[in-house]
């Protein structure tokens, strides 16, 4: 973790200013967790059926360990697995950093987003950070967004024409930056933190150890085939700069 700049100062000719800050590194850890499920199928059903019922079910299984990842990315604790950015604390004080937390940004309302929140939340973030900043936000979050209205009753939203301003991804724009909807995010609601901006990229680390393992067992219980998937992954925030987000507070 290298997250702290080393101090460069003028100096006159022949002058010296004497000793300056030294650049810090620091260390995160990032424990490896397991995800596990272990279905079984009947024999006879593997026997009858006239589909793949072995590969309809892994697809099944896989699926939902990856939503229970995608889960943990926003909102895990850390104890048995990821650690997601809604969980690390605010910076106590408004532009001054501290490692280990993530700064918050007041949406200007005590209950809802503001368009004046948003443009703060956007240009709370480092220049360095934004040619490949996101928003992330539930759908519903972009719905109450789309809706804010200037003073003349006009939709503040970029729309081309007659439809949505998008990405080349077909990612809708907003305040020129793609967003990027997630489930897990909260909806907006007073002290929540419905919205996150940033270089996700540089910001959260994510890593698989080895991808799916898959142990079928037709021996343990009679009549019965039994799949154990296992997958060990990690996750957790490693540039406290990268990431800002919006806490709807006055």
Not at 78 to 105: C, F, H, M
Not at 135 to 158: A, P, Q
Request: charged share 25%.
């Amino acid at each position: 973790l290298d997250d702290d700049e080393a101090v460069a100062q003028a100096a006159g000719e022949g002058a010296s200013g004497g000793e300056t800050a030294t650049a810090e590194i620091g260390k995160v850890r990032l424990d490896v967790h397991k995800i596990e499920a272990d279905p079984k199928i009947t024999n006879e059903e593997l026997e009858d059926a006239d589909v793949d019922v072995e590969a309809w079910h892994a697809g099944k299984v896989a699926s939902k360990i990856s939503r229970v990842e995608n889960t943990a990315f926003i909102n895990g604790d850390g104890v048995d697995g990821a650690r997601g950015i809604l969980t690390y604390p605010a910076w106590a004080s408004a532009g001054v950093y501290e490692r280990n937390k993530i700064e918050q940004i007041a949406s200007g309302s005590a209950s809802t987003l503001t368009a004046d929140g948003l443009i703060d939340l956007q240009n709370s973030l480092k220049e360095v950070y934004q040619p490949n900043a996101v928003f992330l936000m539930k759908r519903k979050t972009w719905g109450v967004i789309s809706k804010l209205k200037d003073g003349e009753n006009n939709y503040l939203i970029d729309f081309a024409g007659r439809g949505l301003a998008t990405d080349k991804m077909g990612n809708p724009m907003l305040l020129g930056k793609p967003v990027i909807f997630c489930d897990d995010m909260p909806e907006v609601a007073g002290s929540a933190l419905p919205v996150a901006y940033g270089d996700f990229g540089a910001g959260y680390v994510i890593g698989d150890r080895r991808g799916l393992s898959v142990l079928r067992d037709p021996y343990s219980s009679k009549g019965f085939v039994s799949y154990y998937t296992t997958k060990r992954y990690c996750g957790g925030v490693v540039n406290f700069e990268a990431i800002k987000l919006q806490v709807v507070s006055s």
